[in-house]
């Protein structure tokens, strides 16, 4: 019996995926629950398990996009699991086939040596007359059909940087199609060039990318942190931390943390649009970008007001292995109130943050570096990072936006009494 297998939703928002890679050769023998796919959505790569044992017959290329509840493969269940006696049989009949192989191998040569002595006899008549068409030039050669002009035009290439393959060297839609804008004087080095076709998941953050861009009054405002304090807890406990919880004291607790204070003073930076009116949340949502093999992946920590510092420290971590590790699911990053991302990690001094919408804001992290700052009426040095605040100007005012960045400042400056309530070991559960 042959079980047609569909593609399973993803999520509720999600009606079509791309199959990114096939795990299995069509013909290949699948054991129940073993991934025979990787198939990408607008959200996360997933894996798609075999629903039964049997021969697979695949019914998709890798790199088509398929509905939900489209059949992508058939499953034979009643196909015998191969082994021993039948590789054996196989071969025997293998063996017994090698005459008529090789007849047929003989006989097609045979054919093959005659084709080749006529093409031969008939060569030299063919080079003996010059080939007019193609030396000879006419008015068409090198004018584009009306479509390859408009094809042209929309690239910004003029017609003669193209050699046209109609007829007389005429320039068809075809060739302005695959014609590509000129790289100017080559130089001596290697000039290549590859595509690759991307991702479900790539386009669709392109694409929300842009509709941020488009959509949103997206303003930018700037701070700066002095990190003294939490490097002087962290060296402080981080040892006792981590052999106690199995968890590294990081940054991202001591920011998470603070922007769940900020959200409570200002919950107009927990908020969205929706149509004509703006929702904002009693419950703080923190998504954290993060970098998979995919690409962007933004995992949502759940109610992180409840959270302490070894509850945020925990999930952080969770939600890193599983994005890294591709297991991320689709309902790990639905939702969200508010985004944290860390360019830090790449190095990045300053940076612009764009929104993850529907929310109305993003906090965006960068590099801790050691620099001079005034201290008591003194010059110091302290370890210093920039922070800044993306926020839609819809809903969220510089009153607002301001002030939230300024909260998470102090908290950040002063975590002990803001973010500890002056008990450090109470907080971090020592």
Request: proline content about 5%; some cysteine.
């Amino acid at each position: 019996m042959a079980l047609e297998m569909k593609v399973p939703s993803p999520g509720e928002s999600i009606t079509e995926v791309e199959i990114a890679q096939w795990l299995v050769e069509d013909g290949d023998y699948v054991e129940k629950d073993q991934a025979i796919a990787e198939v990408d959505s607008d959200k996360a790569t997933l894996e798609l398990p075999a629903e039964a044992s049997g021969i697979i017959t695949l019914k998709a290329e890798e790199g088509d996009a398929v509905a939900v509840g489209q059949v992508v493969c058939l499953i034979d269940t009643d196909a015998p699991k191969p082994g021993g006696d039948s590789k054996k049989a196989s071969g025997d009949e293998g063996s017994g086939g090698d005459a008529e192989k090789e007849l047929s191998n003989k006989d097609k040569n045979s054919a093959d040596t005659n084709e080749k002595g006529d093409s031969k006899t008939e060569e030299p008549s063919k080079s003996s007359t010059p080939s007019q068409s193609q030396d000879s030039k006419t008015y068409a050669t090198g004018t584009p059909s009306p479509a390859a002009k408009k094809t042209l035009d929309e690239k910004g290439i003029d017609a003669k940087d193209v050699k046209g393959s109609g007829r007389d060297g005429r320039i068809t839609k075809e060739d302005a199609v695959n014609a590509q804008p000129s790289m100017g004087t080559p130089g001596n080095g290697s000039r290549g060039e590859s595509r690759s076709k991307m991702s479900m998941l790539r386009r669709k953050v392109a694409e929300r990318l842009v509709s941020v861009k488009n959509e949103t009054a997206m303003l930018t405002t700037f701070n700066e942190v002095d990190m003294s304090a939490i490097f002087a807890l962290r060296d402080k406990y981080k040892e006792d931390f981590k052999s106690k919880h199995s968890v590294g004291l990081g940054f991202m607790s001591f920011f998470t943390l603070a922007c769940v204070r900020a959200l409570e003073m200002y919950p107009a930076v927990n908020s969205m649009i929706d149509g004509k009116e703006m929702i904002t949340y009693d419950f703080k949502d923190i998504s954290i970008a993060v970098s998979g093999p995919k690409g962007l992946m933004v995992p949502v920590i759940r109610n992180a007001e409840n959270l302490s510092f070894r509850g945020v420290e925990s999930e952080v971590k969770r939600l890193a292995l599983r994005a890294r590790d591709g297991q991320i699911t689709v309902d790990e990053m639905t939702g969200g109130t508010f985004t944290i991302t860390n360019g830090g990690v790449f190095g990045s001094m300053l940076s612009t943050p764009i929104i993850n919408p529907p929310q109305s804001a993003i906090l965006g992290m960068h590099n801790i570096v050691e620099r001079p700052i005034v201290r008591d009426g003194g010059i110091a040095i302290a370890p210093i990072m920039y922070v800044a605040l993306s926020y839609d100007h819809r809903i969220i005012d510089g009153k607002e936006s301001v002030g939230f960045l300024v909260a998470v400042k102090e908290a950040l400056e002063n975590p002990e009494e803001l973010l500890m309530n002056n008990n450090v070991l109470k907080a971090l559960e020592l």
